[in-house]
Structures are given as structure tokens and as C-alpha cells.
């Protein structure tokens, strides 16, 4: 008997029940790897492998076992994933596997009735589903029912964990999870699951943070990669409608001649159950919009769904459910929100607006297709103005482009995904932390306030002197009050953040107000407008018929047409190796086999432009007269930090009008000097040891960025920025390379 067929037998008949009825003929190594992890030892797994690729089940098959016909007090198995969706899709898996357990399953979050949520609480037992703000909310309202919930502990289970290294959110659970460990008196196993994880010994380490216990990834055989890509590129404004050879396949006189683009992405999930991934909210709703009206002046049926963060439970609901229906035909247009671990059955095609900002995002979204044994599938498409002839250099570039094709490049070159980060000062989350402690533990003195918050992992470069300043600081805010025994407990500014639901979530949120047409709520707006002026949500335009303001509802109906929204917020980061990839696809020839016509064309001109004007040799550019443009080929924070080093130079060299766009670079007027001086002078200011980070950041400067920022006393939140969100070592190391280029 191979060791494949031992572990096989040891599963419970319903586990080899569900083998049999999913058609799976062998087990994978991921799960073969799990069960003798979880069954042999007892340490930590990471899981990381394809989408796809049975990783819950790798966790939960051996887990299941163990449970099975075992009687336990309390919650055996805690799963907590980022979304409600993610939850409720595992939930109804989970139900199918369990029905002939034995073994009961809960989900919990803010949407799910609390009718189920009382019967969890009268008889906790099994595995609970649950949302990272829901367990803080339970950590702070229940503290004293704890331990008789979780006392039977065993294993948590911690989903899509790239999205939670060195976020807030994810520093919030680890808070979560050892304070939960320090009330039960025992430390439960932890299971990491994701499919794109850059640097798996970061990873591990941030899983087992806190505890004694060693982390074990499974080395599991990385297959060829079998892709379907396609990348295709649009002017906005261009006399020909039809710019590429794909538009013959659909006669004039079946199109709508609305856009180029959004016609070839039509085209593209015509008849395709389909994912089309837009980079915000904002396009997601405009592309959504736009299809629509495409459909109908065809004459074609309205297939068209949406997904993203700010619509009704029910509507994104229904958008998952008729994805899963393996008869029925649809498109939905979504964000991030669809592009973790939902089960949405065999999709066909995955369409990309533009560029994502990182690579393991798009691995994430291409994952989204071919599961079943099919070849992942997805169409990048990518739209611009077409640039005027006498436009500035840095607008005849394609950065979309550009940046599409190394997120591309580094995965199939070097297996490319970004590497977790790690806040040093998390500031707001501290902030947070301290009321949840002191509202779920009741009066503490400092001194054993600050021992049980800074020895919470996220909280270990946390200086004593800091955590004073922020306690003074609350103080004087009336979010903690002191008593006559000098003891510290919340006060009446922090009673009113907790009485909030609010209050849990680490993440921004704003004030929003919920959308109502008749008795369907659609979802949530930021700034509603006056009545009889009309906003797009779901897909569609609304005019407003009431505004609500004490209630923050706005009451609506549906109108025709179309419109572009907006949504506060900002986007990820981008690494600096995606930068220095789209600097090599300008310097070299090669022909990628994925881009079609327009877009191959589009990329020759580019290269021409690139090779002409220098771009290639020399990274900063005269554009005439006093103005400079600099492409530095670096990431968000290594862009960010050379801006402001640039910046303190300005004095010296008469440099203005620094301006830029996102990390791909930066244009100003300097009128003192030429590329030698100002390079001599940023080397010499900022070369060595010499000179403190925080002097980047200026005495009048507040980087507000997180929820709780604003109640960070501004020197500690310009220490925190320094040294969280500036990388001066790979910043002056670009320098020193540009500045061999000028022979410096």
C-alpha cells in the first residue's frame, strides 16, 4: 500500500465519499504534505500552491479526521478569511462536506441573521467562519464567555493570507489570535492558505509570530505553466473605429460604435461566462455601464452583473450565485472582491482593464479561470488617449502597457510574486488595540497595559517611549480616563468610537449613505446628490427622489443612460522590480507571443520613442528649457522618498513644479543647475549614515493614511511615516546607479 493510499484510508468514509463524488482520482501532493503535517506533527503549515490546486481541502480533510467522532467543549476549528463572500462560499462547501459528519459549522459575520449566531452561542462546537472584525467584536463584548467558547481550541485556519501580511488587518488578527491564546490558556495550531505568497519564509514567519511552535511549507512540484493570454491596445480618441483586425469578426452594423475598447471586451465575453477585473470601483461601474448599453444597442440580452465592496449584500450575492450556475450565462464586472478564493465554477475567459498593480494579483484573477483540468484563460485590455504629437515624453510612453507585460515577464521568467512587508510602528492599529484591551479587560495600570499590548507581535519594534506618548496623548483626548488608583480605563471619547460597530474594522471607512430604490437596497454612495440629480451605482443611473440625511439614506429610481463615479481611497503599491522590468522591455526586442496586433504595434512605437530620446541610457531627461523629467524606475516607496529628497534639494537648484504620475515619473522645473549638479547634490546630502530619515518628512507634514491616524499626536505619525513608507537604502542606491551614468 503506497503511502497515498494509507493516508486515503485513514480519511473518513464521508471525506472519501466526497473524493469519490467530485471525481478526483488521486489525491494531490498538497494534501498528501497536509495530512502527514498535521497527523505527524505538531507544528504550523503554510499551504501555498495554484489556485485551484485543493488547498482548503488539504487543511480540512486531515482536520476533519481528527475531529470526527471526537466529543469536544467548544469551537474546535476557527477559520477567519478578509471578505463575506469568501466566507459564505466556503460555508456552503464546508456544509456539503460535513452533512454526514457529524461535525457542525458556523459561519459569522455582520450579514449573517442572529438567530444562527445564538445557537452558536448556546452550543458552541465545530468550526466557526468568521471576519476578522467580527472576532474583535467578540474579543470585546464577550471576553467573559471566551474561554467556554474556545477552551476546545485546536486548529485556526487563516485563508488568502497574502492579503494580510504587513496590512493592518492582518496585524489586527495577530493581535486577535494571541490574545485569544493568552485567555484560553493554549496555543492552537495555525494553517495558512494562499496561492500567491512571494517569499514563503516571510510568510511563515508572520504566521507564527507569537508562538514557539516551527512553521512547515510543504515543498509541493511547480507545473508547467499552461496560459491562454491575449493583450490587446485602444486609443480612446482615434478616427478609425475599428483599430484592430479582431473588430472584423462583428460587421459594422452589428456594433454599438460607442469605443473601441469596450466593444473588443464585449466581443470578448460574448457568450462567455466571464470575469471582467477593472482596477477600481470607479471603472468597474463605468465598464459595467458601458456593456449594458452595448447589449442593447445590439438587440442582445442583459447578462451583465457587479460585484465591488460598496453594492448591497443581495446584489453581490446574486452575482456569485448565477456564476456558480453551471447553466446559466453571465458576465460580472468586479473588483478585488472577486478576485480571491470564491469558488465561481468553470469560467471561460478572464478579461483585465488595464494593468494590475501587482503580480500576485493578476495571478490571482487568471486563477479564476480554468479550474476543472483548463488552462487558465485571460485578455488584457488597454486603453489611453492618444497622445498629441508635440506631448510631453513622458505621455508618448504606454505605462499601462508596460507595466502588463512585466507583471507577465516576471512570472514566467523568474516566478516573480512580491515579497510580504512588515509595518514597524502601526500606529492606529495600536491605538485600537489599547481601547479593545482595556474594553475587554476593564481598568489596568500602564505599566501592565503597555506589557500586555507591545508584547503582541505586531507591536515588537514598538518603543516604551512611544507607547507613553500615545497614552498621555489619550489622555488628554478623554479616550482614556485615569483613577484615583492611577489605574487607566476607557474614556468617554473612547466609549463612543466602541459603541460604534465601526469600531472593530482597522481599515478605513467613511460615512456613507445606503442607496433604496422602492424596498431593494443597491448599495452605498460616499456624497450623495441633491434631489433630482442623478449618480451611478450597480451598473446603472439613479435618479434621487429623497435625501435623508439624519438617517443617511437616500431613496431613488432607475433612469437611462450612463455615468462615471467616483469613490475616496488609494491604490496598492507597486514593486520596484515591476519598474525595472518595464525599463528592460523598453531596452530590449523581444516579441512577447500574447500580444495581438495593436498591441505589439503599440510597444515598437513606444521602444522607438524610449531609444531616440535617451530613455534607455540616461535616466533623467532635459525636456528644454528650465524643465527635467527623471524616470527612476523604482517602486511606490523608493519613488516616493527619492520625490522628497528631490524636494530638499529644491532651495539649492531653484526646483519647482515637481509633478509626477504614480511611480513611473517625475517632471520639474529646475533653473539653477543641470543633471550633474542636481545629482552631485542629492548624493552628497544623502550618501552615508549622516542624516536621519525623518528629516524627509516636513515639521508641517501630517500623513494621515490609516483609520485612527487622526488620533496620533503628529510627531509619532511623521516617525511612523519615515519609517513605514520611505525606503531611502534602495532610493540612494538608484541614485549612486544613476549617477554612474553621468560618470559620477
Same mark, same amino acid.
Given at each position: ?7 486515503f ?11 469519490y463524488? /467530485? ?17 505527524n506533527?505538531? /507544528?504550523?503549515?503554510?499551504?501555498? %500552491? ?10 480540512f ?9 471526537? !466529543? ?11 471578505l ?31 438567530s ?6 448556546a ?8 471576519t476578522?472584525e ?9 471576553s ?55 517569499d ?6 508572520w ?26 491596445h ?73 460585484? /465591488?465592496?460598496?453594492?448591497?449584500? %443581495? ?11 453551471g ?6 464586472c ?8 470564491i ?13 494590475? /498593480? ?7 484573477? &487568471? ?11 485571460m485578455?488584457l485590455?488597454f ?18 502597457? &508596460? ?6 515577464? &516576471? ?28 474594553? %475587554?479587560?476593564?481598568?489596568l ?24 506618548t500615545?497614552l ?29 460597530? !465601526?469600531?472593530?474594522?482597522v ?6 449613505f445606503?442607496?433604496r ?18 449618480f ?82 540616461h535616466?533623467l ?22 520625490? !522628497? ?25 529646475m ?16 550618501s ?30 511623521r ?11 534602495e ?14
Amino acid at each position: 500500500m503506497t503511502e497515498a493510499d494509507r493516508i486515503f484510508e485513514r480519511f473518513p468514509s464521508f471525506i472519501r465519499e466526497y473524493i469519490y463524488s /467530485h471525481g478526483w482520482e488521486t489525491l494531490r501532493d498538497i494534501q498528501l504534505e497536509a495530512a502527514k503535517t498535521i497527523w505527524n506533527t505538531d /507544528h504550523h503549515l503554510l499551504l501555498t %500552491s495554484s489556485t485551484a490546486s485543493g488547498k482548503t481541502e488539504a487543511a480540512f480533510f486531515p482536520i476533519l479526521t481528527e475531529l470526527c467522532g471526537q !466529543k469536544t467543549e467548544g469551537i474546535s476549528v476557527l477559520y477567519i478569511a478578509p471578505l463575506k463572500s469568501l466566507i459564505n462560499d466556503q460555508f456552503a462547501r464546508m456544509e456539503e462536506l460535513l452533512t454526514e459528519s457529524g461535525v457542525c459549522v458556523t459561519h459569522w459575520h455582520g450579514d449573517v441573521a442572529q438567530s444562527k449566531k445564538k445557537q452558536l452561542l448556546a452550543n458552541p462546537s465545530g468550526i466557526l467562519q468568521i471576519t476578522p472584525e467580527s472576532l474583535e467584536a467578540m474579543l470585546i463584548n464577550r471576553s467573559n464567555d471566551i474561554v467556554r467558547l474556545f477552551s476546545g481550541l485546536r486548529y485556526i485556519v487563516l485563508d488568502e493570507i497574502h492579503t494580510l501580511t504587513g496590512s493592518d488587518r492582518g496585524n489586527q488578527i495577530l493581535c486577535q489570535l494571541l490574545r485569544l491564546e493568552r485567555l484560553i490558556g493554549s496555543s492552537p495550531r495555525r494553517i495558512g492558505l494562499s496561492a500567491t505568497v512571494g517569499d514563503p519564509q516571510r510568510a511563515a514567519s508572520w504566521l507564527g509570530a507569537g508562538t514557539d511552535r516551527p512553521v512547515d511549507i510543504p515543498a509541493v512540484f511547480e507545473e508547467k505553466i499552461r496560459w491562454r493570454l491575449g493583450a490587446e491596445h485602444f486609443f480612446i480618441q482615434n478616427p478609425s473605429f475599428d483599430q484592430t483586425e479582431a473588430s472584423t469578426a462583428n460587421p459594422t452594423g452589428q456594433r454599438a460604435m460607442l469605443d473601441a475598447g469596450y466593444e473588443y471586451i464585449y466581443d470578448c465575453v460574448q457568450r462567455k461566462k466571464s470575469l471582467v477585473f477593472s482596477n477600481s470601483r470607479e471603472e468597474t461601474e463605468y465598464v459595467c455601464a458601458t456593456l449594458r448599453q452595448i447589449a442593447s444597442k445590439r438587440n442582445d440580452p442583459d447578462v451583465f452583473l457587479i460585484h /465591488h465592496g460598496n453594492l448591497s449584500a %443581495s446584489l453581490r450575492e446574486e452575482a456569485e450565485l448565477k456564476m456558480k450556475d453551471g447553466e446559466a450565462f453571465a458576465v460580472t464586472c468586479a473588483t478585488v472582491t472577486m478576485e480571491l478564493g470564491i469558488d465561481i465554477g468553470k469560467l471561460e475567459r478572464i478579461v483585465q482593464l488595464d494593468a494590475p /498593480h501587482s503580480v500576485s494579483s493578476f495571478l490571482q484573477r &487568471l486563477g479564476r479561470s480554468g479550474r476543472r483540468g483548463q488552462p487558465p484563460e485571460m485578455i488584457l485590455v488597454f486603453r489611453e488617449e492618444e497622445p498629441l504629437p508635440n506631448a510631453p515624453l513622458p505621455q508618448l510612453i504606454p505605462w499601462g502597457l &508596460l507595466r502588463g507585460i512585466a507583471i507577465i515577464q &516576471l512570472y514566467i521568467e523568474e516566478r516573480f510574486v512580491e515579497p510580504p512587508t512588515k509595518k514597524k510602528e502601526p500606529l492606529s492599529l495600536l491605538f485600537q488595540q489599547t481601547l479593545s484591551m482595556l474594553a %475587554s479587560c476593564g481598568e489596568l495600570h500602564a505599566a501592565e497595559l503597555a506589557e500586555r499590548v507591545l508584547t503582541l507581535p505586531p507591536f515588537e519594534a514598538v518603543s516604551k517611549e512611544t507607547y507613553k506618548t500615545l497614552l498621555v496623548s489619550m489622555l488628554n483626548q478623554d479616550f482614556l480616563e485615569m483613577t484615583e488608583e492611577k489605574g487607566l480605563i476607557v474614556g468617554m471619547a473612547g466609549e463612543r468610537l466602541l459603541n460604534s460597530f !465601526k469600531f472593530y474594522a482597522v481599515f478605513q471607512d467613511s460615512e456613507d449613505f445606503t442607496v433604496r430604490c422602492d424596498s431593494e437596497e443597491i448599495g452605498t454612495i460616499t456624497t450623495p446628490p441633491p434631489v433630482g440629480d442623478r449618480f451611478a451605482l450597480a451598473g446603472r443611473v439613479w435618479e434621487v427622489l429623497e435625501l435623508d440625511a439624519p438617517r443617511r439614506l437616500v431613496y431613488v429610481k432607475g433612469v437611462e443612460g450612463k455615468m462615471e463615479v467616483s469613490w475616496p481611497g488609494e491604490y496598492g503599491e507597486i514593486h520596484t522590480r515591476i519598474l525595472e522590468r518595464m525599463k528592460q522591455i523598453l531596452c530590449e526586442d523581444t516579441v512577447y507571443p500574447y500580444l495581438k496586433g495593436n498591441a505589439a504595434r503599440r510597444l515598437e512605437i513606444a521602444r522607438r520613442v524610449a531609444r531616440n530620446t535617451g530613455m534607455t541610457e540616461h535616466s533623467l531627461i532635459h525636456l528644454g528649457g528650465f524643465t527635467w523629467c527623471l524616470f527612476p524606475w523604482l517602486g511606490t516607496r523608493s519613488f516616493r522618498t527619492l520625490r !522628497k529628497m528631490i524636494g530638499a534639494c529644491s532651495a539649492e537648484l531653484g526646483i519647482s513644479g515637481l509633478d509626477y504620475e504614480g511611480c513611473n515619473y517625475m517632471i520639474f522645473r529646475m533653473e539653477r543647475g543641470d543633471e550633474t549638479r542636481l545629482l552631485r547634490c542629492l548624493l552628497t546630502k544623502f550618501s552615508g549614515t549622516a542624516w536621519d530619515r525623518v528629516s524627509l518628512v516636513s515639521p508641517k507634514e501630517l500623513p494621515l493614511f490609516e483609520k485612527y491616524d487622526r488620533y496620533i499626536p503628529a510627531e509619532l505619525l511623521r516617525h511612523a511615516y519615515s519609517v513605514d513608507r520611505l525606503d531611502p537604502k534602495e532610493a540612494v542606491l538608484r541614485l549612486s546607479q544613476i549617477g554612474s551614468e553621468y560618470g559620477l
